[in-house]
């Protein structure tokens, strides 16, 4: 059974940085690709950045480019998001996702797996 367990989540004053890590396991994530995606109170999920585990391709949600970095240890089954410069309105409840197809998309709904969140708060 895959499972994708986030950590890293916390705390943290405007400026300052944090890094995501999502173990996974469960299965052969080569052809896989992982997502990252937010979710702030009242607000509907959204996406932040995604990976894949082949090749490493990468894509991001206009907002967080430049400031978060999304990377993945094949070894280890683990893929990061580096958060820096952190803002207020990065705040929210983490997920990472895996979409067993490898398409690339940034829609949750095409999503097939999901871990429990990890919560990020940004204070000003």
């Known amino acids: 059974q895959v499972q994708l367990v986030e950590s890293g989540g916390g705390l943290v004053q405007a400026g300052g940085s944090l890094r995501l890590s999502c173990a996974a396991s469960?299965?052969?994530?080569?052809?896989?690709?992982m997502g990252w995606f937010r979710q702030a109170p009242g607000k509907e999920r959204e996406f932040v950045a995604l990976?894949?585990?082949?090749?490493?391709?990468?894509n991001y949600e206009d907002s967080v480019k430049g400031r978060f970095t999304i990377s993945r240890e094949c070894a280890k089954n683990t893929v990061y998001l580096q958060m820096n410069s952190l803002k207020p309105e990065d705040t929210a409840v983490y997920y990472c996702?895996?979409?067993?197809?490898?398409?690339?998309?940034?829609?949750?709904?095409?999503?097939?797996?999901w871990g429990q969140g990890t919560q990020v708060t940004v204070s000003s």
């Open positions: 996702a895996v979409d067993f197809y490898g398409r690339m998309w940034s829609d949750p709904k095409e999503y097939d797996y």
């Open positions: 469960g299965r052969t994530f080569s052809s896989d690709v």
């Open positions: 990976i894949s585990w082949s090749g490493g391709h990468t």
